[in-house]
T-cell receptor, first 114, second 109 residues
């Protein structure tokens, strides 16, 4: 069964609204989670590293004020896309490592901004 | 230059064929290597880890050459269900991974 869940699995919103995506590790604790974005016909690109109890680390070119990350507990990280625009439409995927070589991906959230 | 580069593909092969994918990486500090499979509009799923000694899982064989910074995946006796995009993934440590652009495989009857 799934070990990492994401919610919602898809969302359609109007331009200018904010969208929150949740990522949960189901049967293990994750002090670190990762957020990726995948545009059509492209590979996954790491956006940021979510750290429990501290600030997220963002990759170059990713606006931290646009993509707010909160890692409030050892099993939950949230990504909020603020003031979403059509160019933010993408497939957002989180992952959580359970051991050194075990990384589990959530099922992804497909965001469409009209 | 991209950190992880894969064969451009796409690969279209008949059932039963043997197909090989190659991948090179630029970060010599990378510690962990994986092949993931991604079906259309779904999340990536781990196919297999890649070890220095090479490893095999049924019809799938993965090889790693650290000196050349090169990883390969061999699929024997291709099945229709093998049709997917195969992602080469390299990680310097647990979790923070760099993905290749993927190679699309279509297995035809």
């Amino acid at each position: 069964g799934a070990v990492v869940s994401q919610h919602p699995s898809w969302v359609i919103c109007k331009s200018g609204t904010s969208v929150k995506i949740e990522c949960r590790s189901l049967d293990f604790q994750a002090t670190t989670m990762f957020w990726y974005r995948q545009f059509p016909k492209q590979s996954l690109m790491l956006m940021a590293t979510s750290n429990e109890g501290s600030k997220a680390t963002y990759e170059q070119g990713v606006e931290k004020d646009k993509f707010l990350i909160n890692h409030a507990s050892l099993t939950l990280s949230t990504l909020t896309v603020t003031s979403a625009h059509p160019e933010d439409s993408s497939f957002y995927i989180c992952s959580a490592p359970r051991a050194r070589n075990e990384q589990f991906f959530g099922p992804g959230t497909r965001l469409t901004v009209l | 230059r991209k950190e992880v580069e894969q064969d451009p593909g796409p690969f279209n092969v008949p059932e039963g064929a043997t197909v090989a994918f190659n991948c090179t990486y630029s970060n010599s500090a990378s510690q962990s290597f994986f092949w993931y499979r991604q079906d259309c509009r779904k999340e990536p799923k781990l196919l297999m880890s890649v070890y220095s000694s090479g490893n095999e899982d049924g019809r799938f064989t993965a090889q790693l050459n650290r000196a050349s910074q090169y990883i390969s995946l061999l699929i024997r006796d291709s099945k229709l269900s093998d049709s997917a995009t195969y992602l080469c993934v390299v990680s310097p440590n647990a979790g923070k991974s760099t993905f290749g652009d993927g190679t699309t495989l279509t297995v035809k009857p």
